[in-house]
C-alpha cells in the first residue's frame, strides 16, 4: 500500500520535544508530512506554537481540554481521514529503516485489522509488548510464576516471556505504535472511549479479533519506545500501576462473562501481590509499592 493515504497520529501532553522528533522519524521513514497529524491534549505549555512551526506541513489538533488517550486519538483520527491509521506515542521513534511501509502493507492484507511492530528500549534491549488477552488460564500461568518456563511457540498465548523474534499472529499488545486498516477502524469505532486512559490499545485488539480481524506482530518493523514519558510526569510508579490495573479489570469485566471475569481478576490480583511481598522481603520497598498500586487497581480497592 502506497504510503499517500495513511493517517499517523501522534498525541502530545507536555512532551513537545518527543512529538517533534516522533513525527520526523515517520517523515523520514517515508510518511508524506502532510499525512501527520499532531494531537495537543490542551498541554497548556507551548506545544501547538512549537508544532506550527517546527512540522508546518502536519495537521495540528489542539484541543481545549485533555481529553485522555482514547478521545485524543480518535480526534485526531477525525481531522484526516485515511486508507490505514497509524497511532504512535509521542515517545516513540521509528528505529528500523521502511518500518512504517511494513505496518501499513500487513493491515492491506486481506483480513488483518491490526499490526503491532518490536518495540526497543533506549538501549536498544527488547521491550516485550506482546501480550495474551487476559482469561483463566493464562492468568493462572502468569500468576503462579511459571510462565518464564513455558515453550517459546507457546507463550505468546500464555505468557509474556515470548522472545518476540518472528511476525505471526498474536492476541493483543501493548500499543505503543499501532496500524490499523482504515475499514477495521470504521468498523470498530475506534478507541473505546469510556476510560481516560489505559487498556485502550488491549481492547482494540480484543474487538478486532471478536469482529474475525487478525492481530499481527512484526519483527521486521522495529521502534524505540521510551515509556511513561507523558504518564511519567503526572503520576508516581505506583499509582500509574493501580490507573493502568483499575483500566484493564474495567475491559475484563466487558469482555468475559461475570464468574470468568472474576477468576480471572482474582488470579492477576493473586499473581501481583505474591511477587510484592517477595519485593518486600528481599528488601525492595519501591518495587513491592508498584506492585502494591496493581494488586489494589485488580482488586478494586
Do not use: K
Not at 68 to 86: D, K, T, V
Amino acid at each position: 500500500m502506497t504510503l499517500d493515504g495513511v493517517t499517523a497520529v501522534v498525541l502530545n501532553w507536555r512532551t513537545p520535544e518527543h512529538a517533534v522528533r516522533a513525527v520526523r522519524a515517520l517523515v523520514d521513514d517515508g510518511l508524506p508530512a502532510d499525512r501527520a497529524v499532531v494531537v495537543d491534549n490542551a498541554s497548556d505549555d507551548g506545544s501547538v506554537e512549537r508544532f506550527r512551526a517546527e512540522l508546518p506541513a502536519a495537521t495540528v489538533v489542539a484541543l481545549e481540554e485533555n481529553l485522555g488517550f482514547a478521545r485524543g486519538n480518535n480526534a485526531g483520527s477525525a481531522a484526516l481521514e485515511g486508507s490505514a491509521y497509524l497511532f504512535v506515542n509521542s515517545d516513540a521513534f521509528v528505529h528500523r529503516p521502511g518500518s512504517v511501509g511494513r505496518l501499513v502493507d500487513a493491515v492491506a492484507a486481506p483480513g488483518v485489522g491490526i499490526a503491532v511492530p518490536r518495540l526497543l528500549n533506549e538501549d536498544l534491549t527488547l521491550q516485550p509488548s506482546v501480550v495474551p488477552t487476559s482469561s483463566p488460564l493464562p492468568e493462572l500461568v502468569r500468576a503462579s510464576g511459571l510462565s518464564r518456563f513455558v515453550p517459546n511457540r507457546w507463550q505468546p498465548a500464555l505468557g509474556t516471556h515470548w522472545d518476540h523474534s518472528e511476525s505471526r499472529s498474536i492476541q493483543a499488545a501493548t500499543g505503543a505504535v499501532l496500524a490499523v486498516a482504515g475499514d477495521a477502524w470504521r468498523a470498530l469505532g475506534g478507541f473505546a472511549e469510556a476510560r481516560f486512559m489505559y487498556a485502550e490499545d488491549l481492547d482494540l485488539c480484543w474487538r478486532a479479533r471478536e469482529l474475525g480481524r487478525d492481530v499481527r506482530f512484526l519483527a521486521d518493523a522495529e521502534f524505540v519506545h521510551l515509556g511513561s514519558a507523558s504518564a511519567g510526569r503526572r503520576w508516581s510508579d505506583p499509582e500509574r500501576a493501580e490507573r493502568v490495573a483499575r483500566a484493564e479489570a474495567a475491559m475484563i469485566r466487558e469482555h468475559l462473562p461475570r464468574g470468568r471475569a472474576t477468576l480471572t481478576l482474582a488470579l492477576m490480583a493473586a499473581g501481583v501481590g505474591g511477587r510484592a511481598v517477595v519485593r518486600r522481603a528481599s528488601g525492595d520497598p519501591v518495587g513491592a509499592a508498584t506492585l502494591r498500586g496493581w494488586w489494589r487497581g485488580y482488586r478494586g480497592r
